[in-house]
């Protein structure tokens, strides 16, 4: 798989969530290996309901401030789902960087290969954001 992770930290992801990733990925047709990869960290990860999702882990729409080690370019940016991805300061759940944050908490890191190859060494260093912190259940 083209985008594979070589390190796996465990991950948190909301039934909500999950629930709304699912009809998108049952609403696209590719690319197929980004498709795979999202598939796989929802399979992986443990399952909470988004009322009791710790307000440090990365929900959908949450806004995360993160480095990438290797490169030490820090970033904020939203995860949004990609009908919403375009805008400034946001990145698609099915971008390689995307895939890689979705249900990662403050403090984690993930090595995540990228696009051409390039190693991603990302560690989350806050969350600005998260909706599910802000009683926000409708984004």
Do not use: C
């Not at 795979?36 to 309901?49: F, G, H, Q, T």
Request: hydrophobic share 40%; proline share 5%; glycine share 8%.
């Amino acid at each position: 798989m083209l985008f594979a992770m070589s390190k796996s930290p465990s991950i948190v992801l909301t039934r909500l969530d999950i629930q709304r990733l699912d009809e998108v990925l049952d609403s696209l047709d590719g690319p197929i290996d980004l498709m795979e990869a999202l598939e796989n960290e929802i399979l992986r990860a443990k399952v909470v309901s988004h009322n009791s999702v710790g307000p440090d882990v990365i929900t959908m729409n949450s806004r995360v401030r993160f480095v990438d080690e290797s490169s030490g370019r820090e970033m904020v940016l939203t995860l949004v789902y990609p009908d919403k991805a375009g805008a400034e300061g946001t990145i698609s759940v099915l971008a390689p960087v995307g895939i890689a944050l979705l249900g990662l908490k403050k403090g984690q890191s993930i090595d995540w290969t990228g696009p051409n190859g390039r190693l991603l060494k990302l560690k989350i260093l806050d969350i600005e954001y998260q909706p599910e912190a802000s009683g926000d259940f409708h984004l």
